[in-house]
C-alpha cells in the first residue's frame, strides 16, 4: 500500500495553522535546542537485524499499561496549553485517545477538567508536580483520583522550567487566553511560595504521593540507571525515561542512547516507558526491543489536534497503529510484548 501519509508534513501544517508564539512554545526547547534537535536522530540511528521464517500471520499490538488494556503501546504524553491548539483542547485529545483505545495522560496545567477528560470514557493518568508546601497540590490530586485517574505520573525533570528564548516577540503567555491552563487547580492557586514545584523532591515523596492518592506512581524525567532503581526503592510502579522533550536541561541526554540502561536495572521488576523525539512506529519498535512497554508520544499528537482536531489525533493513531503491524510482521515479530532485544544491531 501506498499514498499520502497524515503523519507527512504534519508539523509545517501544524506551525502554521498556529499564532507564531504557540507554534514557537510548541516546537522549541530549552537553550540552544541540543537535547530537543537529537532526540529523534537518535532513534533514526538505529537499524534492525529482522527475523525471518516465523509465522506472523497474526499480530498482537494489544498489551497493558499499569492493568490498562490499550490497542497499541502508543499513549499521549502530558502536555499543556492543548487549548491552545483548538478550542476543545484534551478534551479532542481524550476523545481522539479513546477512539483508538490508547491511554492519555493529563497534564496539571490542563486546560479542560479532568472531569470532563474523564466524561469520555478514555483510559487515563494524571500527571503532577509536587509542590514546595506538600499540602499545596493535595486538591489537584483528590480531584484526579475522584474524576477517576488510575495512575499519577510524577514529573521530577523539573525543580525549575528550563529557559526558553523568545527573542523579541510575544511569548505564549502574552498570547495566552484565559482558561488555557490550570483548570483543576483551586481559585488562587500560584499564588503563595508554597505553591510552587518542589525543589527538595526526594524518594521519599513518591511514597508520600502513593499514600496519598492509593494510586501507582510512574516517575517521569529519569535517564539514568541509579535515579531509576531510587525510584523503584521508593515504591515507584513504573519509571518513565524522558528528558521533558529537551525542554529541560538541554545537553540532556537523548532517551534512545539510554533506555536500554534503565530497562536492564528495573526491567524485571516495574514497567519501563519512553518518550522523546518519537515519530514513527519504527522509532516505537527499537522502544520495545529495548525493554520500553509504553511509547508516549509528545509534540505529534499536538501537532495532529493543531492540525485537524479530533479527527487528526485519530488518523495519527490509526497511521501509527498500520505502520506497527507492518514494522512487526516484517521484522518477524508476532507481540509487541515480545520483541526481542537483538532485534537492534548493536
Ligand atoms: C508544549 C509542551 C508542553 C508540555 N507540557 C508538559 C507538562 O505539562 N508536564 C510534563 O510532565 N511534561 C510536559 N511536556 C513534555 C512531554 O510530556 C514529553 O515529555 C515530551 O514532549 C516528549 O518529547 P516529544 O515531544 O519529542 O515526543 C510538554 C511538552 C510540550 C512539547
Not at 509504553?294 to 495532529?304: D, I
Not at 492540525?307 to 501509527?320: I, Q, T
Request: include cysteine; proline fraction near 5%; hydrophobic fraction near 45%.
Amino acid at each position: 500500500m501506498s499514498g499520502e501519509r497524515f503523519l507527512d508534513g504534519l508539523p509545517q501544517r501544524a506551525l502554521e495553522a498556529l499564532p507564531e508564539p504557540v507554534g514557537r512554545y510548541l516546537r522549541q526547547g530549552s537553550r540552544d535546542g541540543t537535547s530537543a534537535g537529537e532526540a529523534t536522530p537518535a532513534w533514526d540511528r538505529l537499524r534492525f537485524l529482522p527475523r525471518v521464517l516465523r509465522d506472523v500471520t497474526d499480530v498482537r499490538t494489544v498489551t497493558t499499561l499499569l492493568g490498562t488494556p490499550v490497542r497499541t503501546p502508543f499513549a499521549v504524553a502530558p502536555s499543556t496549553m492543548q487549548r491552545a491548539l483548538h478550542p476543545d483542547g484534551e478534551v479532542a485529545m481524550a476523545r481522539a485517545a479513546a477512539a483508538a483505545g490508547a491511554l492519555l495522560v493529563v497534564s496539571s496545567n490542563a486546560g479542560s477538567t479532568v472531569e470532563d477528560v474523564a466524561s469520555t470514557g478514555v483510559g487515563w493518568w494524571l500527571q503532577a508536580y509536587v509542590t514546595a508546601e506538600r499540602r499545596a497540590c493535595l486538591p489537584l490530586l483528590r480531584r484526579a483520583v475522584d474524576a477517576g485517574a488510575s495512575a499519577v505520573v510524577l514529573t521530577v525533570d523539573t525543580p525549575v522550567v528550563g529557559t526558553k528564548y523568545d527573542g523579541a516577540g510575544d511569548t505564549v503567555w502574552d498570547v495566552a487566553e484565559e482558561g488555557w491552563v490550570r483548570a483543576n487547580f483551586p481559585a488562587g492557586h500560584g499564588a503563595s511560595p508554597g505553591d510552587a514545584k518542589a525543589t527538595d523532591l526526594g524518594p521519599q515523596d513518591v511514597d508520600w504521593l502513593a499514600r496519598s492518592t492509593g494510586l501507582p506512581i510512574v516517575v517521569k524525567g529519569v535517564l539514568r540507571a541509579d535515579d531509576a532503581r531510587r525510584c523503584v526503592d521508593a515504591g515507584a510502579a513504573a519509571v518513565y525515561v524522558s528528558n521533558h522533550g529537551g525542554r529541560q536541561l538541554d545537553y540532556a541526554a537523548a532517551t534512545a542512547d539510554v533506555l536500554a540502561g534503565v530497562v536492564a536495572e528495573v526491567g524485571s521488576s516495574v514497567e519501563v516507558y519512553v518518550d522523546g523525539g518519537v515519530r514513527s512506529a519504527r522509532h516505537a519498535v527499537s522502544a520495545l526491543s529495548m525493554g520500553a512497554r509504553g511509547v508516549f508520544l509528545g509534540r505529534l499528537p499536538l501537532y495532529a489536534l493543531a492540525d485537524r482536531g479530533e479527527e487528526g489525533v485519530r488518523l495519527l493513531f490509526e497511521e501509527l497503529e498500520t505502520e506497527l503491524v507492518e514494522a512487526l510482521r516484517l521484522a518477524g515479530c508476532r507481540s509487541v510484548d515480545a520483541v526481542p532485544a537483538d532485534l537492534l544491531v548493536r
